[in-house]
């Protein structure tokens, strides 16, 4: 594989000259530009730069990008196991275990260009599937090679001020959006509040916004603003204990859900799901993305280096198990036509 020199891009800024790569969430508080990667199941990968520039992302480059065909990909569970997963989480919900649980599969297909580079893809995607935290972690050293249009807000810091921003529901079009997507991202919402709760200060979480609609690329999602302020004494080590991995992400109450899930799922996310982005510790300021609409590059794959993607549904009692299949190839179609590379976009529309 040829050499690619570790670099992270996010907000229109480029950092390169890596410095420190670290799996403490401490350095997050100590001084630089850091490119956060946590994994679902908890690996944390945190990489300071000592260069960070604005750059803009460069328009797709003629064959610097060569990704898997769309009928490529296989899924960790297919139609069949994924709708009786469904069932089954409706039948935790009848007992009351558990009021919603995120179901998921990852899925992957050989990359056709060993060499591929995850920005190249960054490209295309931001060219394809805009999105407002999108991004790129390129560590090939450390296992990280990861490129994201995640739509969502996992945490936003600003001095002591912290926000996230939860998406539950999804349609092609607003009319789409059930009583059910309402439920789920009203319950999602006290969930997150109370995770803010446990690390900030008393009476300072708020909801400023509730079940907006909010158009994306090919989709809308309803999604919600929860605030707070940081307790005294705490920080990225405490907010990130408090909160991960994401509500939007596993279910409520969390910990039922999180047991639901090892038991349905059967590959772990990686960074699916899990939190991607940046934190400028001398100005006190970072933004973590849900990984949702992610796509990463496993080089460790016993056939060969592969290319992987997630795609999931939150499951509650008024779910209908076809329509939550139907959701998850909903929200995969568009970004695996984007990966593929033979896409044509116009207008942010891809046709």
């Known amino acids: 594989m040829q050499y690619l020199p570790p670099?992270?891009?996010?907000?229109?800024?480029?950092?390169?000259?890596?410095?420190?790569?670290?799996?403490?969430p401490s350095a997050l508080d100590s001084t630089g530009f850091w490119a956060v990667?946590?994994?679902?199941?908890?690996?944390?990968?945190?990489?300071?730069?000592?260069?960070?520039?604005?750059?803009?992302?460069?328009?797709?480059?003629?064959?610097g990008w060569h990704g898997p065909a769309t009928d490529a990909w296989t899924s960790s569970l297919d139609r069949e196991a994924y709708v009786s997963g469904v069932r089954r989480i409706r039948e935790h919900i009848a007992r009351g275990e558990v009021y919603q649980a995120n179901l998921c599969r990852v899925m992957s297909a050989p990359l056709p260009d060993p060499a591929a580079d995850v920005d190249a893809l960054t490209a295309l995607l931001a060219r394809g599937n805009p999105a407002p935290y999108a991004g790129t972690i390129r560590l090939p050293a450390h296992g990280v090679e990861i490129a994201t249009a995640s739509p969502e807000l996992f945490l936003r810091r600003t001095g002591r001020t912290v926000e996230s921003g939860p998406i539950k529901g999804t349609g092609r079009t607003a009319a789409d959006l059930l009583p059910k997507d309402h439920a789920e991202n009203v319950m999602i919402v006290d969930l997150v509040r109370n995770d803010l709760g446990r690390v900030c200060a008393t009476g300072s979480v708020t909801v400023p916004e509730l079940c907006a609609v909010e158009e994306h690329p090919g989709l809308v999602h309803l999604v919600s603003t929860v605030r707070g302020q940081l307790a005294d004494g705490a920080g990225w080590p405490e907010l990130l204990a408090a909160t991960f991995p994401p509500g939007s992400v596993t279910g409520a109450p969390k910990s039922s859900?999180?047991?639901?899930?090892?038991?349905?799922?059967?590959?772990?996310?990686?960074?699916?799901?899990?939190?991607?982005?940046?934190?400028?510790a001398?100005?006190?300021?970072?933004?973590?993305?849900?990984?949702?609409?992610?796509?990463?590059?496993?080089?460790?794959?016993?056939?060969?280096p592969r290319l992987r993607f997630g795609t999931g549904a939150g499951i509650t009692w008024g779910s209908d198990p076809e329509r939550?299949?139907?959701e998850t190839e909903l929200k995969a179609a568009r970004l695996l036509a984007v990966a593929s590379g033979t896409h044509e976009a116009t207008g942010g529309t891809v046709r």
């Open 37 to 63: 990667a946590a994994d679902f199941e908890g690996r944390l990968v945190c990489a300071r730069f000592g260069d960070v520039r604005p750059d803009p992302v460069p328009a797709p480059v003629a064959g």
């Open 7 to 24: 670099l992270a891009r996010f907000g229109g800024l480029l950092a390169t000259d890596l410095r420190d790569v670290t799996s403490d």
């Open 324 to 326: 939550e299949w139907a």
């Open 282 to 304: 001398d100005r006190g300021t970072g933004e973590l993305a849900v990984g949702i609409r992610t796509f990463w590059i496993d080089r460790e794959a016993p056939a060969g």
């Open 257 to 280: 859900a999180l047991r639901i899930i090892a038991a349905l799922e059967t590959a772990p996310r990686g960074p699916y799901c899990g939190g991607i982005g940046w934190v400028d």
